[in-house]
């Protein structure tokens, strides 16, 4: 606006002086060139301010363009809690081993006689490995029978003189019936014979058991000079040779293993073992066959953790007819894991790791809150979570501890992940 100071003759506009001052000293043209310089700098100013105003009544903000509007809540992308059942193959090693696997040593020392088997030989039971030939089990089988004969000389001597006393003593029974004819202390001798020979008969008869037990066991020790296949297999080792000497204490002569059917012994983790089904079908493959799958039913469960491993033993039966598979051949084994009852998965993303806690960011309310939870099983874009959540909840797609505690956010659901 313009302003005019009378006592000067000087013309201002709003923010300073316009023109100079001019005082009406007969120099009238100039002071007509100032009002009109002056009149055209008010017409400017008025201008720009209503232009301004203008602007401001637009925008609705206050003319000074101080913000008073509140900050808008974050967007977070959410997606829902679902819960599924566990079903996913879990590789675990395993080692293959026989059946049946025994060492075949000598019971007695001896030597070898003949050994008709050798390494990689397929024996059937009972069939005959080796002999041991031992002169002193002969020596003592012979030992043994004369002391069963020398027992039983003496219990048929015994038993002979036990029949002529009891035949004294009926006699003499049988005259003491007649008073005077015999007196009655030789029946009570008599009578004490047959007594004592009836004991030494007993005793003699026990001898000739004992010495037959003895002869027994001596021919027990004999079968052992004769090595039989205990079960149908293959001889894996063999580490003796004719001539031989053997004994409880030397090395095995063969090692026998049944490979027909084989043990495959597979290693479960502890958070695996809820899900072991006996009778299941489990399949595996080995170095030796690549590309080849062979499968097997689970049989026997060790029912105990190694506590050094936290692992149970599980055994799998494998049919080898063709004998294909070897016992100590490394297998990776497809093991089914599963739950006993539905669990609760969020996106990997969805779960967020500090160094004090692991939590997801559940959005209820178009409020924030970390909930605590526990990592399980991953399960293609999924994880498994245990924590107080429930399905259907909304959690954040990507947990994060940017979002804090009790943030107000806006929640934009996202399409929830599928297997």
């Known amino acids: 606006m313009v302003n005019r100071i009378m006592g000067t003759g000087a013309f201002f506009n709003h923010g300073g002086r316009c023109a100079t001052s001019h005082r009406v000293h007969g120099d009238f043209s100039g002071f007509l060139r100032v009002l009109r310089e002056c009149r055209r700098a008010s017409v400017v100013l008025v201008g720009a301010a209503i232009w301004a105003s203008a602007v401001q009544a637009q925008r609705g903000t206050p003319a000074q363009g101080a913000s008073t509007g509140a900050t808008p809540a974050p967007a977070v992308n959410v997606t829902p809690v679902v819960a599924r059942s566990l079903d996913r193959p879990l590789a675990l090693p395993g080692d293959l081993i026989a059946y049946q696997d025994v060492e075949i040593r000598a019971k007695v020392s001896g030597f070898v006689d003949s050994i008709t088997v050798d390494r990689g030989s397929m024996v059937r039971r009972g069939q005959v490995l080796a002999r041991i030939v031992a002169p002193e089990i002969a020596a003592q089988r012979s030992e043994a029978e004369a002391r069963i004969q ?59 058991q004992a010495a037959r037990d003895a002869a027994k066991v001596v021919s027990d020790l004999e079968s052992y000079l004769r090595i039989a296949a205990p079960f149908d297999g293959v001889v894996t080792e063999r580490s003796v040779h004719v001539g031989s000497l053997v004994g409880p204490t030397t090395p095995p002569l063969v090692r026998v293993q049944q490979i027909a059917r084989l ?62 598979l070897a016992p100590g051949m490394f297998a990776q084994a497809s093991w089914a894991m599963r739950r006993g009852r539905p669990s609760l998965f969020v996106p990997a993303s969805a779960v967020a790791t500090t160094t004090e806690r692991t939590f997801v960011v559940r959005v209820r309310d ?54």
Request: zero cysteines; a neutral charge.
């Open 150 to 208: 020398s027992a039983r000389s003496q219990r048929i001597e015994a038993e002979a003189k036990l029949a002529a006393d009891r035949a004294t003593f009926e006699r003499l029974k049988a005259a003491s019936a007649t008073p005077g004819v015999v007196a009655g202390n030789d029946v009570d001798v008599a009578q004490r014979t047959v007594d004592a020979g009836q004991a030494r008969v007993e005793q003699w008869k026990q001898n000739e």
């Open 263 to 324: 043990r495959l012994v597979v290693a479960v983790p502890e958070t695996a073992v809820g899900g072991i089904q006996q009778g299941e079908i489990v399949s595996f493959t080995v170095p030796a066959y690549p590309g080849e799958m062979f499968s097997g039913r689970v049989a026997r469960v060790g029912r105990a953790l190694d506590p050094k491993t936290r692992t149970m033993a599980v055994e799998v039966d494998v049919p080898n007819p063709a004998s294909r």
């Open 366 to 419: 178009n409020q924030a809150e970390w909930v605590d939870v526990k990592r399980g099983a991953a399960m293609d874009q999924l994880v498994e979570v245990f924590g107080p959540l429930k399905e259907g909840e909304m959690v954040a797609v990507r947990g994060t501890d940017e979002i804090r505690q009790g943030t107000r956010v806006t929640p934009k659901v996202a399409q929830p992940a599928t297997r």
